[in-house]
């Protein structure tokens, strides 16, 4: 009886914190500028369960795809199991789902394939990052110590519960045959370990209710520890998905107030709105986090800092400072500062960047004291980053904005695009050619044919 109170109690208190975080979380999200997002819902649907439930755009890269997959699909699997000693641990029963019978057999009997695999699976996810060393995973002046360690902490803690589990249910099936009794369920994996620990009953006991307890409680410590870490992405990418652009990849917002300046430069007729009673005329581009919208700030907590946007992007490729991984990454950090909800386990690390070439400045804003122009102008807008990015996260809408503001707030465009802007508002077009000399070239052109024509 005291065991269920003090599991009640713990089950509370672990629901609450992860609760309080997330909804701290959801604050921060909620400083972004307000976007209306809606579309085809039927075509929404699909996007989330091909690309998030389906993981289509892992299966581009299919080694890790399956590894992957065999992590999430045992994670959603094995839940069911985590459903039971919920229900065992509040009311004190022992394995409270046996009544389905052969169902239950086939439950059990898949889920210790799939706790097998994911040992296995997080194991070479292990020597890829710290042997192999994957240079997507490991480079980059995002990649510093916590990432890296954050990543090694969540593949530790998936194998020391599936290796619970086992001890769990190996401990349990061997005391029911030192019993004389049937367990409900089948379990292959612990069918072959049955022998392990012995035949001391009191050893077992100990063996049985160390794992039960070892794997809810690092369920609940991995609960809350997702908050703080890249992979909340499990929890992210569903709303993410759903919530992607459905538009064509190529295709630019527009800027409200700068259509309807152009309208009324085309229609002397035209009526601009009145701005609403003590609104203050609205930004061009982004400088800080608030400037974005809630999407671009959803997007930064749906990262799964995988660096497969960086790994094709063409600028970083060549060598220049863009690193769209790194930007979503800015863009987290730099809202938990400004929302003063900071994640309770990850440290913010941008600062260290300088000694990697990406100088920023002090200043308390996403663009500039986080995000350079430099790297901002490095971007082609290929969309590359876009296309490759598992989640449907869109770097490239941050990009722009912080781009838009450079130009349109503070004129600091690069020379070339500043004396591109000079000849188009001139001369209608981006040369230095006045619009009556434009087809100069043609007439040179045809000169130049007949003079050849004379000649041969």
Known sequence: MISNILFG????????????????????????????????????????????????????????????????????VINIEVLEILIDGISGTHRALSFLGPAYDVLMAVNEILAFLVIVACVIFLARRN????????????????????????????IVLMKALFAFN??????????????????????????????????????????????????????NYLPSSKHFHIIMAFPNVYYSRLEPKGKFSTNESITHEIKAMLDPGYQMPALPEGAEPAKFGARDVEDLTWKNLMDAYTC????????????????????????IMDTRDRMEEKGEHPAIFRPNHYRELGEEGVKVTEEKTLLRGYVTPEELWACTT??????????????????????????????AAPPALN????????????????????????DNLFIQEKADTKAG
């Open 9 to 76: 109690v713990i089950t509370f208190f672990a629901a609450f914190f992860f609760i309080w975080q997330t909804k701290k979380i959801s604050k921060n999200i909620k400083l972004g500028r307000d976007l209306a997002i809606g579309g085809n819902r039927s075509e929404r649907v699909n996007k989330l369960l091909l690309v998030a439930f389906g993981q289509q755009k892992m299966f581009k890269r299919p080694f890790p795809a399956i590894l992957h997959a065999l992590v999430y699909v045992g994670f959603l």
């Open 382 to 411: 290929c969309n590359a980053c876009v296309e490759a990015c598992p989640v449907n996260i869109d770097p490239l809408s941050s990009i722009v904005e912080m781009r838009r503001y450079l130009v349109l707030e503070e004129s």
């Open 131 to 158: 042997l192999v060393k994957v240079p997507r995973l490991t480079w980059g002046a995002e990649m510093r110590a916590w990432p890296r360690l954050d990543a090694n902490i969540i593949l530790i803690i998936e």
């Open 170 to 223: 190996i401990a349990d099936l061997k005391l029911h045959q030192l019993a004389g009794q049937e367990l409900a369920g089948s379990f292959p994996i612990s069918g072959l370990l049955v022998d392990i620990y012995g035949n001391d009953i009191d050893y077992l006991e100990v063996v049985r209710s160390v794992g039960w307890w070892l794997h809810i409680l690092g369920i609940f410590a991995f609960l």
């Open 419 to 442: 004396a591109m802007f000079t000849n188009i508002e001139n001369n209608g077009a981006p040369w230095a050619f006045s619009p009556s000399d434009r087809l100069n070239w043609a």
């Open 304 to 327: 799964t800092e995988c660096g497969r946007c960086t790994n094709m992007c063409p600028a970083n490729i060549t060598g220049k400072l863009l690193s769209p991984r790194k930007i």
